[in-house]
């Protein structure tokens, strides 16, 4: 079929139809600051294929390839090896090309990779269920909030303030639709985190607390005593993991009564990707099971007695819920989750473990040497692969700096709170098993010179 724009007299009606005079009334809610008023300056109206082949490249060759120089960066986003195998197995026709299985029968393959990604899941959180996957980690926190308050009937959310600030926002944003009060805080440049705070402003109205583990600025805490107290307050725990490569060394939120577990998957199978595509975790208590957003797979037998797999409950908003839908952005991100799935699997519980002991013992020499370095000190008294350095003076500089010197020495917090400066000189520098002992001296030496 031919593609056929609209005229003007069809998009009048359409306008009319839902009630607007003009086009420009369904982007209100984008800041008039942050709409163009015209062509892209600079820009040619026009240009041939292959100028525009030229070009691009050009500006691609400006950027700093990760594997090529010492790479420190984290906070949510990690560079692990992931092995070819991965690459190869996903990239099978079977696989590239499956979307949804509504037809079991066709779509066998599919639905039994994604059972084994729920076991795994579910196994790596500590949870009794996991669902099919969901968008990325910042949306899963988001429909974890949102669930909560659907258990509990309740609708104010304690954030933690070692919560990514980027789901932060991202569930700020959600809440403007929903009613939602979400409490939230700044971290501290200090080897403490906030469940002492956390406990303390629990009452009856709270609906859940929200909890990363490791937090951002990489410490660890006992998720224990914050459950009990969210408990007794008959309120539930939502801790986020967005490192699921720790999960292989510290214990697993739900082993300690968290009640939701969700997280970023990215860590595992799916590489950087310049941010994206990434996969969203999801796991919690079996009783709260029917409120979980998603999909779930589920194993059954067919009319031979033989061994097959459905989708057990599908509660999103394109299924027979509809408007009753938990959820209209639980995206199952299928081929992320089998690249996840993949990579679990081609490691096993002892890869995992000797993964994870690799990293952390790789960050704890780099921890080490950097505390060498005259101003600088480590923030952190527990950390996996991730840890706070305060450099005494504004971070974001410093690290422009050694970019341009060909070390991406981590994450500035003042990119991630802007205008704080309680937290200009924090740097979160993260050390996977792609660092070496060269990388951890460039990143000292540089940072010696600079802040000579």
């Known amino acids: ?105 066709i779509a066998q393959g599919t639905l039994q990779m994604l059972f084994e990604f729920q076991t795994q899941v579910a196994r790596l959180l500590g949870t009794d269920v996991a669902n099919a996957s969901m968008y990325d980690g910042s949306t899963s926190c988001w429909e974890a909030i949102g669930m909560a308050r659907r258990i509990t009937k309740r609708a104010k959310a304690i954030l933690s303030s070692g919560l990514h600030p980027h789901y932060v926002s991202v569930a700020k944003t959600m809440a403007k639709y929903t009613g939602d009060a979400l409490e939230t805080a700044l971290p501290t440049l200090s080897a403490d985190a906030d469940v002492d705070a956390l406990v303390a402003a629990i009452d009856d109205d709270t609906s859940c607390v929200v909890v990363q583990y490791p937090d951002i600025l990489g410490r660890i805490a006992d998720l224990q005593p914050l459950a009990d107290a969210c408990h007794a307050k008959k309120a539930l725990l939502i801790a986020v993991v967005t490192e699921p490569v720790a999960m292989g060394a510290v214990k697993a939120p739900g082993e300690m009564d968290a009640d939701i577990v969700v997280g970023e998957g990215q860590s595992l199978g799916v590489g950087l990707q310049f941010g994206g595509p990434y996969v969203g975790l999801f796991g919690c208590k079996d009783k709260y099971v029917r409120q979980m957003p998603g999909r779930l797979c589920g194993e059954t037998v ?70 060498q370095v005259p101003g600088v000190r480590v923030v952190n008294d527990t950390f996996f692969n991730e840890f706070t350095l305060d450099l005494g003076k504004e971070a974001r500089p410093i690290v422009r700096t050694l970019a341009d010197r060909g070390v991406l020495a981590g994450v500035s917090l003042g990119r991630l709170y802007p205008g704080e400066a309680s937290l200009a000189n924090g740097l979160v520098v993260a050390v996977t098993e792609t660092v070496t002992d060269e990388d951890i001296e460039a990143l000292a030496t540089a940072l010696e010179e600079v802040l000579a």
């Open 1 to 105: 079929m031919r593609y056929l724009p609209l005229t003007s007299p069809d998009r009048e009606a359409m306008l009319a139809t839902i009630g607007v005079h003009h086009i420009d009334e369904l982007f209100v809610d984008v800041p008039e600051a942050a709409r163009l008023d015209g062509p892209i300056a600079g820009l040619p109206l026009h240009a041939s294929e292959l100028s525009v082949e030229r070009h691009m490249t050009a500006l691609a060759r400006k950027n700093m390839v990760a594997g090529e120089v010492p790479f420190f960066l984290g906070c949510g986003a990690y560079r692990h090896h992931v092995p070819a195998s991965v690459d190869h197995l996903i990239q099978r026709g079977e696989f590239l090309t499956a979307y949804t299985p509504y037809q079991p029968e």
């Open 302 to 371: 067919d009319a031979d007695g033989k061994r097959g797999f459905v989708l057990t409950l599908s509660t999103r908003e394109q299924h027979i819920r509809r408007e009753k839908a938990t959820s209209n952005i639980c995206t199952n991100s299928g081929l992320c989750a089998l690249a996840f799935s993949i990579h679990m699997t081609l490691l096993g519980e002892a890869g995992l473990r000797r993964l994870a002991g690799i990293n952390h013992a790789q960050a704890c020499r780099a921890a080490e040497r950097l505390a």
